[in-house]
């Protein structure tokens, strides 16, 4: 009698252990929840893992609380993170077994909201988001309503923010040193409360990416990668399917003002040849006009050109602009950044610095703020 006594109280005991370590276990949120915000060009022919590779990607979520873990896949990259209106910080998953970090723990137990952004190109790396881990019994809620206005931004590794973190102009590429948080695009676009969509790749070019053939590299400049969702290192990467092969989906992102900053890898090494880049900007032009007919598009030179090749794509922009709005394209504009000098410091490989950022940004703020409307 003792003994039956005795089993069925351990199973009591059993079960309620059983049950408290179910009730405390913690909630995974898939990436799929609805009340998940995204923006970016994202491929989601896996909707438990959303794979991208541009810098810029958005991902925004309000949960309930005292916690937050973020789940991706291992050797993403890196994230820049913000919970409610605290300071970001910088995520890594660039270890081989990183998958969950944690982002923020003893929180006050209400709503939270976090902000997520890739911060760098991943065209290497195929990053991927995997979800959210929350506390027990929590749940999302509804975000945020994102930005009504939009900005798109077609660049290269300015606009990535190469090197923004860099000490000097004598370090070389690091993904430790690339954030696109603190670029000017990122700085612009936050300063207007606009969606921000970016197109941006190192190296890339209208016509030619850097170190390429004089005849240009017709097979990966930006003319070709702005029609697809992810950034390909090689054209035959475009047979994988994914996030190689997506054409992009263009009634996902109606923008209402375009941002073109190319030229300067066109340039860069003395072999161009400005007959094709103008042809190049005019191909890029036809596109991006294609699937935006109601934009502003804004071509502007960046800040890191000077002497000779600064005048050469100042003058080709002008003419590419005066011969389009010449054919009816009336909502075509030109902007020039001030060249840097120096007098803020380095980037990585002579690339802008985070105070050259911040000038750069300053300055396209007052121009499209005037331009849009937008005060």
């Not at 294609?290 to 002008?318: T, W, Y």
């Amino acid at each position: 009698m003792r003994k039956q006594l005795f089993v069925a109280l351990l199973t009591i005991v059993c079960q309620g252990v059983i049950a408290t370590t179910a009730s405390l276990q913690e909630t995974v949120v898939s990436p799929a929840d609805p009340h998940i915000q995204y923006v970016g060009r994202i491929c989601f022919a896996n909707p438990e893992r959303p794979a991208f590779n541009y810098p810029g990607i958005q991902i925004t979520a309000s949960f309930e609380g005292t916690s937050l873990k973020m789940k991706a896949k291992p050797g993403s990259g890196y994230f820049m993170a913000q919970i409610d209106q605290a300071e970001p910080f910088k995520v890594s998953f660039m270890g081989k077994k990183d998958s969950v970090v944690t982002l923020a723990t003893a929180l006050p137990n209400a709503q939270h909201t976090v902000r997520l952004m890739y911060a760098i190109e991943g065209y290497e790396l195929y990053p991927e988001f995997w979800g959210f881990v929350i506390d027990p019994g929590c749940r999302l809620l509804k975000a945020p309503a994102l930005p009504e206005r939009k900005i798109e931004f077609i660049g290269n590794s300015i606009t990535c923010g190469y090197g923004i973190e860099g000490e000097s102009e004598r370090e070389h590429f690091e993904y430790e040193t690339e954030n696109h948080y603190y670029s000017y695009a990122s700085l612009t676009a936050r300063t207007l409360d606009a969606q921000h969509w970016v197109v941006a790749r190192s190296g890339i070019g209208a016509y030619r990416n850097y170190g390429g053939p004089r005849a240009g590299t017709p097979d990966s400049n930006m003319p070709v990668q702005y029609e697809y969702t992810g950034y390909a290192l090689k054209s035959d990467l475009r047979k994988n399917g994914g996030i190689d092969g997506e054409r992009w989906d263009f009634s996902r992102c109606r923008p209402d003002v375009i941002c073109i900053n190319l030229g300067t890898n066109d340039l860069s090494t003395n072999n161009y040849d400005t007959t094709l880049l103008k042809q190049g900007y005019h191909r890029l032009l036809t596109k991006v006009r294609q699937h935006n007919p109601k934009a502003k598009i804004v071509f502007l030179c960046g800040s890191m050109l000077d002497g000779k090749e600064l005048e050469i794509a100042r003058q080709l922009l002008d003419e590419v602009t005066v011969e389009a709005r010449k054919s009816g394209d009336m909502q075509l504009y030109r902007f020039d950044f001030t060249p840097q000098t120096g007098d803020l410091g380095y980037g990585s490989d002579w690339h802008p610095s985070l105070l050259q950022h911040q000038k750069m940004a300053a300055e396209l703020t007052a121009f499209l703020s005037s331009l849009m409307n937008w005060f």
